[in-house]
T-cell receptor, first 116, second 114 residues
Framework: AQTVTQSQPEMSVQEAETVTLSCTYD???????LFWYKQPPSRQMILVIR??????QNATENRFSVNFQKAAKSFSLKISDSQLGDAAMYFC?????????????FGEGTQLTVNP | DSGVTQTPKHLITATGQRVTLRCSPR?????VYWYQQSLDQGLQFLIQ???????AKGNILERFSAQQFPDLHSELNLSSLELGDSALYFC?????????????FGSGTQLSVL
């Protein structure tokens, strides 16, 4: 079974600075998807960014980018120019690409605080 | 707004009781997923339905059951409730239930078992 580990329960960053959230995963599969979800106090789960394992290029969405290291099974999220609205719980998630692999396996989450 | 509607938003009940959580997927989405978010277990996949049929099952207790109706809405039934069932229950939907599709999450139902 796949597992996802986020080793940083809490992180903080100053407004306008850059922060990196870590995620590692374990799988024997070669094709899969990785995600970062944001959960603000409203509890809504919001997709931040997605990475396909077969793509070597790291995904980028505006101020959010990932560092995907397939061999190391590492998938970190970099938030640049942090804003107060970025404060939330961030979850890393894994999704297999085939069979009954449409479920998401989530990490434990990292609570991000943005200080003004 | 994700387009996924969950009702009720909050539910308070007692141990031993039975409750039903409802989910209406986005228009056009055929697949519905249920997830449980608790302090002890984190976010866990419970079950997936596609066009009325069960597609995949995760860590769903025998006391829990779900179904997807012909109009594609889904219900999650929780019975013989225990204190440990207190959690935020999410529903998500996608077009066809494939791995490359984006999931759209509802805002959840917060269940408190007293």
């Amino acid at each position: 079974a796949q597992t996802v580990t986020q080793s940083q329960p809490e992180m903080s960053v100053q407004e306008a600075e850059t922060v990196t959230l870590s995620c590692t995963y374990d799988t024997s599969e070669s094709d899969y998807y990785l995600f970062w979800y944001k959960q603000p106090p409203s509890r809504q789960m919001i997709l931040v960014i997605r990475q396909e394992a077969y793509k070597q290029q790291n995904a980028t969405e505006n101020r959010f980018s990932v560092n995907f290291q397939k061999a190391a099974k590492s998938f970190s999220l970099k938030i640049s120019d942090s804003q107060l609205g970025d404060a939330a719980m961030y979850f890393c998630a894994y999704r297999s690409s085939g069979g009954s692999g449409s479920r998401l396996t989530f990490g434990e989450g990292t609570q991000l605080t943005v200080n003004p | 707004d994700s387009g996924v509607t969950q009702t009720p938003k909050h539910l308070i009940t007692a141990t031993g009781q039975r409750v039903t959580l409802r989910c209406s997927p986005r228009s056009g989405d055929l697949s519905v997923y249920w997830y449980q978010q608790s302090l002890d277990q984190g976010l866990q996949f419970l079950i997936q339905y596609y066009n009325g049929e069960e597609r995949a099952k995760g860590n769903i207790l025998e006391r829990f059951s779900a179904q997807q109706f012909p109009d594609l809405h889904s219900e999650l039934n929780l019975s013989s409730l225990e204190l440990g069932d207190s959690a935020l229950y999410f529903c998500a939907s996608s077009v066809g239930g494939q791995s490359n599709e984006k999931l759209f999450f509802g805002s959840g139902t917060q269940l408190s078992v007293l």
